[in-house]
């Protein structure tokens, strides 16, 4: 099965910025999507971006206009670049790819902690 492994959160004072990183041990090219999802504590977990196989993206709105995802698919790995960060983006970051249309967002990797600091 397909391993998605997140790398790149921390702890950043409000303002920061961080990469986040998910490296794929198939094909990323082979997936028709994948994306990042957030949970924070006692929150519900929320689809942040997505990219799909032929290039298009989407985005929450509550991180429109600061988040950008993208991937490098000669080494089958996404990024999230998140900037301007706010307390309420503190949250685990995970990343999940969709085989195919008729599937929701499976594969998950065990995310990676953002912390973000007033």
């Known amino acids: 099965q397909v391993q998605l492994v997140e790398s790149g959160g921390g702890l950043v004072q409000a303002g920061g910025s961080l990469r986040l990183s998910c490296a794929s041990s198939?094909?990323?090219?082979?997936?028709?999507?994948m994306g990042w999802y957030r949970q924070a504590p006692g929150k519900q977990r929320e689809l942040v971006a997505a990219?799909?196989?032929?290039?298009?993206?989407m985005y929450a709105d509550s991180v429109k206009g600061r988040f950008t995802i993208s991937r490098d698919n000669a080494k089958n790995t996404m990024f999230l670049q998140l900037n301007s960060l706010k307390p309420e983006d503190t949250a685990v970051y995970y990343c999940?790819?969709?085989?195919?249309?008729?599937?929701?967002?499976?594969?998950w990797g065990h995310g990676t902690q953002v912390t973000v600091s007033s």
């Open positions: 999940a790819k969709r085989g195919n249309p008729n599937q929701d967002f499976t594969s």
């Open positions: 198939e094909n990323i090219l082979s997936f028709y999507a």
């Open positions: 990219i799909k196989g032929d290039g298009t993206t």
